[in-house]
């Protein structure tokens, strides 16, 4: 199937910057509006660090804007979650099945835009295996014992200290050297760590001791490439108003059901299924396209989480919620879900495997919390290949655009070998190789249309029909 498309840019504007609020006069993007598109074309176009608004799919000019984004994603079926993380399920949990509150959490930072900042903790009590964790955690230390005296930090020394009387009475019992008890020890930590570790799936399972929870929470997946969203599109379009004016401080008159249903509801895909089992489309998606992800608690609604399913990942495209219900750190806690979804389509189709996050912004902090979904990868969006976030990090301290890929012979190789040939045409309601549309019509829009295929790359302009309007009609 050929998608059918518009091209343009590049688009320049002088408003602010959404992420730094500044005024820089180059904030320049190219945009591609898609009337037709599969979503085996639109994960080739989000591998070249494009993302979706709708039908309009665009991506920034990284060296001209002041907050460059790179496109970020993460291996979902190698995912651990970070002790923060598992924070945030227990807290939901614990809200869920027992109806605990967290009894503080910052609301400052619950109010960005994916309220993925934890929130703040209340000091733990302490439980019998403290000491135990604390050894453990001492084992790795760099602390010298001619340190010892002048260390200030009274836990750290403290944690030192034990270790050393535990490596003393190893040694002793044992009769050996000081450093083979240090080893035994450590062997025993990584047996115990390994016994103990959780699989990443049992975080989200009911416990078994709890016959009814405090509250009733139930996840639903409504496609909106089909008619199933009308439904629901009401309570949805409320929820978004209320999360936009509160949490972003839009105008309600910024956020009528036109505009919701163009951002967040209108998209290019037609369902295509992916699997023939008999499941619940509510419990999992069963066909590539665009989803909304309801979060129902006690039969209301409190959040969505917009997705692509698409051949090899879920893309997430935008989430709101009810700013009630920031206590619960929803941003972290859908992102984690979704992660979770990822690993659970793979079961019934193992092509997908990966988690994309959208765009990643190194110097704002409401868009960086993406790199702690480890392991993560940023798009080189010069090369477009796709390197560990680590590296990347050491790269970004010192250049706002850096050259994540170190091959400087590694080229968009996609991009560097398209002939004219490989560029098709839709004009008069044919379509067009585009070398018989220069003969037909001229050179005048070349180039614009070297443009497009440079920003798309050859297996897309082999696919998409590049609309070109007719003077005469």
Not at 11 to 21: D, M, R
Not at 179 to 203: G, N, P, T
Not at 451 to 467: D, P, S, W
């Amino acid at each position: 199937m050929n998608g059918i498309v518009e091209y343009f840019g590049p688009n320049k504007s002088n408003h602010p910057c959404g992420y730094c609020k500044s005024n820089k006069p180059d904030n320049s993007s190219y945009g591609v509006w898609t009337h037709e598109m599969t979503p085996e074309q639109y994960q080739i176009m989000i591998d070249r660090g494009m993302r979706r608004s709708g039908k309009f799919c665009y991506k920034s000019v990284l060296d001209k804007i002041c907050c460059p984004t790179f496109a970020i994603r993460c291996e979902a079926l190698n995912f651990k979650p970070s002790r923060s993380q598992r924070k945030v399920i227990k807290r939901f949990n614990d809200f869920i099945y027992h109806g605990i509150k967290p009894k503080s959490y910052d609301k400052a930072e619950s109010s960005s835009s994916n309220d993925l900042a934890d929130p703040v903790q209340s000091k733990p009590t302490k439980s019998p295996s403290t000491e135990a964790t604390s050894d453990n955690e001492a084992v790795s230390s760099t602390l010298e014992p001619s340190e010892i005296k002048q260390c200030k930090d009274r836990t750290k020394k403290a944690k030192y200290l034990r270790l050393q009387r535990r490596i003393a009475r190893i040694s002793l019992k044992l009769n050996c050297s000081e450093e083979e008890a240090l080893k035994v020890i450590k062997e025993k930590f990584q047996q115990r760590h390994q016994k103990s570790e959780k699989l990443f799936e049992d975080y989200f399972k009911k416990p078994e001791n709890i016959d009814k929870p405090a509250h009733d929470l139930r996840i639903q997946f409504v496609s909106t490439c089909t008619e199933d969203h009308v439904k629901y599109l009401k309570v949805s379009h409320q929820l978004y108003e209320k999360y936009q004016t509160i949490i972003h401080k839009d105008d309600p008159s910024e956020c009528t059901i036109k505009q919701f249903r163009r951002f967040l509801i209108d998209n290019p895909f037609e369902p295509k299924p992916f699997c023939t089992e008999s499941k619940d489309s509510k419990s999992i998606p069963t066909s590539y396209g665009s989803y909304h992800m309801q979060y129902w608690l006690d039969d209301k609604l409190i959040a969505v989480a917009v997705l692509d399913i698409l051949p090899y990942s879920v893309s997430s495209v935008y989430l709101f919620y009810d700013p009630e219900y920031s206590f619960l750190s929803l941003g972290t806690y859908s992102a984690l879900r979704e992660i979770l979804l990822v690993r659970n389509l793979h079961e019934i189709n193992p092509s997908i495997s990966y988690y994309y996050l959208g765009l990643y912004i190194y110097n704002c902090p409401k868009m960086n919390y993406k790199g702690k979904f480890h392991p993560s990868f940023l798009l080189c969006d010069q090369a477009l290949t796709w390197h560990p976030i680590e590296k990347c990090l050491e790269k970004l301290k010192h250049h706002t655009h850096p050259r994540f890929e170190d091959d400087p012979n590694k080229v968009d190789e996609d991009s560097a070998t398209i002939q004219d040939d490989d560029i098709l045409i839709l004009y008069s309601r044919k379509i067009l190789t585009y070398s018989f549309y220069k003969h037909l019509c001229g050179t005048e829009d070349s180039n614009e249309v070297y443009e497009y295929a440079k920003l798309v790359g050859k297996k897309c302009t082999k696919n998409f029909l590049l609309y070109r309007k007719n003077e005469i009609d």
